[in-house]
């Protein structure tokens, strides 16, 4: 399960293997890089534009105003880190052009921890040396319950994800297991590495890192994290995985100690995804988890897979019925792209719970969609708005009430037979 990065970059050819950040020009998730000239040039047209406009009568705004509004659209809080942030990724940019750039992680014994096989290859071109343990296991699907021994609590998971992301049990099984056990070895290391974004995918993975780690005989001398919700030049940020490997030698210097706050707000929100009932969550939420703003941002958007009060379904169905009203019916996976690029704004679900989750809009009693299945592929399947969708989107009926419901959300069982059904309201 754990990968050396640096056998990896050594296995490559004389051409690395394509990237997942290699996007067609134009494309808006695609790193558009940032100079110096260009951003004094955009900052001069700016001050222009404002100075063109004004009164005669009012005083002229200033050029360091502009560059101040500048910084701040690409999440500065001011000109200079900006600049800097320009430095570092020329310099990062340079040591790309070496055939074998030099290894930022070398010094030391690493291990890189990602939610996902997503960044390995492009740790690795990127010239990183260390270990990378991938530990996905998708809490945002499923039940998270509360168990007393890991491995029951790790067959409850395979139980889920064998019966409807992947169908052969004992590989899900062996694989979340290899997972587990390699993170018991991660105190072995000089410094664990958490790189991670600003979706539920990765926070509530991360919530239960960061419990895991708040026990002092778990944890690696050095710990040190990442949680970034955009990247300068980006336009659609959806993760990490999408940026090219001098991107990712700039986040490198961004990295910062894990805090005892940080270590005890992922203790608090491990346990409240956990819980039977979303009171936890909520109160953790409206704190506004400080040591940690992107967790709470998160946990507000992984509550809100609950049915909502006005017709029942979760957010990620709403917006599914939304585009389809809005744009018409189309094949899945252009739904699915419009879906994670276009409306939702905390990018969480990849395509497989996706297709689970149109299929279940589909199979209702009264479905909210149809599904016009051409062949195998997700663009032969065609996607159309139902009457009963249209009656959703207006909240003139409920889905629980019409077809029922027998679901997760982390530890919360959504059971309508049983009357256990919590909902979110906006």
Not at 153 to 177: C, K, M, T
Not at 272 to 292: E, F, H, K, Q, W
Request: with cysteine; hydrophobic share 40%.
């Amino acid at each position: 399960m754990i990968l050396n990065l640096a056998a990896l970059r050594a296995g490559f050819t004389s051409t690395p293997p394509l990237l997942s950040y290699r996007f067609d020009k134009g494309d808006p998730r695609r790193l558009q890089a940032l100079t110096l000239e260009q951003q004094k040039e955009r900052a001069k047209a700016r001050l222009q534009e404002w100075n063109s406009s004004v009164e005669s009568e009012q005083p002229l705004r200033e050029f360091d105003e502009a560059q101040q509004v500048i910084a701040n659209e690409y999440g500065f809080d001011d000109w200079e880190q900006l600049t800097s942030h320009i430095g570092k990724s020329e310099i990062a940019s340079k040591a790309m052009q070496a055939a074998n750039p030099d290894a930022l992680d070398g010094n030391e014994r690493v291990l890189h921890i990602r939610c996902g096989t997503d960044i390995q290859n492009t740790l690795a071109v990127a010239g990183f040396n260390g270990d990378y343990l991938p530990f996905y296991d998708p809490y945002v699907h499923g039940p998270v319950p509360q168990t007393d021994l890991l491995d029951e609590f790790i067959q409850v998971r395979a139980n889920y994800i064998s019966s409807g992301i992947h169908p052969d049990y004992e590989l899900v099984l062996n694989d979340l297991r290899q997972q587990y056990s390699s993170l018991e070895l991660s105190h072995n290391y000089d410094a664990v590495y958490l790189w991670f974004e600003h979706d539920s995918f990765d926070q509530l993975i991360l919530a239960r890192l960061l419990d895991f780690f708040s026990e002092v005989s778990r944890r690696p001398a050095s710990l040190k994290l990442i949680s970034v919700d955009h990247y300068p030049g980006v336009e659609i940020f959806n993760g990490i995985g999408q940026l090219p490997p001098q991107a990712l030698r700039v986040l490198w210097t961004e990295f910062s100690d894990v805090t005892p706050e940080q270590l005890v707000l992922g203790k608090r929100a491990w346990a409240a995804v956990r819980s039977s009932c979303p009171d936890a969550l909520r109160v953790l939420i409206a704190s506004g988890t400080t040591p940690l703003p992107t967790m709470a941002i998160a946990l507000d958007r992984h509550l809100r897979q609950l049915p909502s009060k006005h017709n029942g379904l979760n957010l990620s169905e709403n917006l599914t019925l939304r585009i389809l009203d809005e744009k018409g019916s189309m094949n899945a996976a252009c739904l699915f792209g419009w879906y994670t690029n276009h409306y939702e704004r905390l990018t969480f679900m990849g395509d497989t719970g996706y297709w689970q989750l149109l299929e279940e809009l589909a199979n209702g009693d009264r479905p909210a969609v149809t599904m016009d299945r051409e062949g195998e592929q997700p663009n032969q399947w065609q996607v159309t708005l139902s009457d009963t969708g249209r009656q959703l989107l207006a909240d003139e009926v409920d889905w629980v009430e019409l077809n029922g419901i027998d679901r997760w959300v982390g530890g919360i069982h959504l059971d309508s037979q049983k009357g256990q059904v919590p909902r979110w309201s906006e």
